[in-house]
């Protein structure tokens, strides 16, 4: 099989793809017999350095991909929501905050137009009362996993339907919630804020304590 993949991207979500990617081929994959090969894009480089891929998978990848390298190659993004619902950033935030009971992770084609291409497909899963950000971007990483791991030998054949995207939607922005604000300890916005690496600053009875989340 003659495919030259580049994976772009960083996180969780980017070396479950890898680990994917790797155990699909095997030792082929370093080894190849003709033109097989998989390139690594870290965040922030530009993926129009590298050599020509015949797909394109973006994990957590923050450049923007033009459009002469959209329709050159087959360009798929794993994104931790259910499509058009949370396009954009801290999604996990503004689901806890928006009380949603259900939720999902989509691999998309990419377009001009962030996060809005064709949804190859999708795993919806419950939002738990007691989520908060953290639990549900856990799960949220696991169901991706397994949707990719799923999907990616159709990715290779292109043996797969493509389902066009509903142009409603809202598009989050990382620069629109103040992160630094105190919250009270029984308020939904601690349960937003709350995600594993992260410290939460609340307020218990006129005093400030931070709270680191797990």
């Known amino acids: 099989m003659n495919k030259r993949i580049i994976l ?12 994917t990617i790797e155990t699909y081929f ?38 923007k991909v033009n459009q002469t390298i959209l329709e050159k190659a087959l360009c798929v993004n794993v994104h931790l929501s259910k499509l058009p619902d949370y396009r954009g950033s801290n999604i996990f935030y503004w689901g806890i905050r928006n009380d949603e ?3 999902g992770v989509t691999l998309h084609k990419m377009s001009e137009r962030i996060d809005m291409g064709d949804i190859i497909c999708q795993r919806v899963f419950e939002v738990f009362e007691n989520d908060t950000a953290g ?67 609340i307020m218990v009875g006129g005093s400030f304590y931070e709270l680191n989340g797990k």
């Open 26 to 63: 095997g030792e082929d994959l370093y080894n190849p017999p003709i033109n097989l090969f998989l390139k690594e894009i870290k965040r922030g480089e530009n993926i129009e350095s590298c050599e020509k891929g015949d797909i394109i998978i973006s994990a957590g990848y923050d450049v």
């Open 101 to 103: 009971r259900v939720w």
């Open 135 to 201: 639990t549900l971007y856990e799960r949220a990483v696991e169901h991706a996993r397994n949707m990719f791991a799923e999907e990616f030998p159709n990715l290779l054949t292109g043996n797969f339907k493509l389902k066009k995207q509903k142009e409603k939607g809202v598009f989050y922005y990382k620069d629109r919630i103040d992160f630094n604000s105190p919250v009270l300890i029984k308020d939904k916005e601690l349960r937003a804020r709350l995600i594993k690496g992260k410290s939460v600053r």
């Open 8 to 19: 772009a991207g960083g996180g969780r979500v980017y070396e479950n793809c890898k680990r």
